[in-house]
C-alpha cells in the first residue's frame, strides 16, 4: 500500500508479507525513499484458522481463477495497493487498479490482509508516524 502523491513527510507506504507457516510482518517506511526515512518492520503470527480463513477467502474471492486485470486509464492521484501471492507453485498479481468488475473482490482481499496485523501493532507504527511527521514538518 502506498499513500497518493504527498508532500514529504507525509507520504507513506507499508508492505504485508504472509508465509504458508502463518509468520508475518508488516515493513512500514513514513515517508519517500529519497528522504532516508527509517524503516520499521514488526512480526506477527497468524493463527492456522485465520491462516485457513485466508486462504479459504483467496478461493473465494477467484484469486486463483479470474484473469486480474488492470484498468487501461487508472485514475491519477490517491493511495493504491497491490496483492501479490505465491500458491501452489503459481504467482498471482492483482493490479493496483483493477477492471471494475473486479474491484469488489480486489477490496475485499486487500482489507482482509491488513486485517491479519495485529491492531496493536497498527497503533504503534501510526504513532511512529505520528512522531515522524511532527519531527520532519517544515
Known amino acids: 500500500w502506498q499513500a497518493g502523491s504527498l508532500p514529504p513527510p507525509y507520504h507513506y507506504e507499508y508492505t504485508i508479507t504472509i508465509d504458508s507457516a ?3 510482518q508488516i515493513v512500514m517506511v513514513p515517508d519517500y525513499s529519497f528522504s532516508n526515512p527509517p524503516t520499521w518492520t514488526e512480526p506477527f503470527v497468524l493463527t492456522t484458522a485465520a491462516l485457513d480463513q485466508l486462504y479459504r477467502l483467496l478461493i473465494d474471492k477467484g484469486l486463483f481463477t479470474q484473469r ?14 497491490s496483492l501479490h501471492v505465491t500458491a501452489h507453485g503459481q504467482q498471482i498479481a492483482i493490479p493496483s487498479f483493477v ?16 486485517t491479519l496485523v495485529p491492531q496493536n501493532i ?3 507504527l501510526n504513532l511512529q508516524r505520528e512522531q515522524y511527521v511532527a519531527e520532519h514538518e517544515k
Open 22 to 24: 502463518g509468520q508475518g
Open 68 to 81: 486480474w486485470q488492470a484498468q487501461t486509464d487508472p485514475p491519477v492521484g490517491g493511495s493504491y495497493d
Open 99 to 114: 477492471l471494475p468488475t473486479q474491484v469488489t473482490a480486489a477490496e475485499d482481499l486487500s482489507a482482509a490482509v491488513r
Open 122 to 124: 497498527w497503533n504503534r
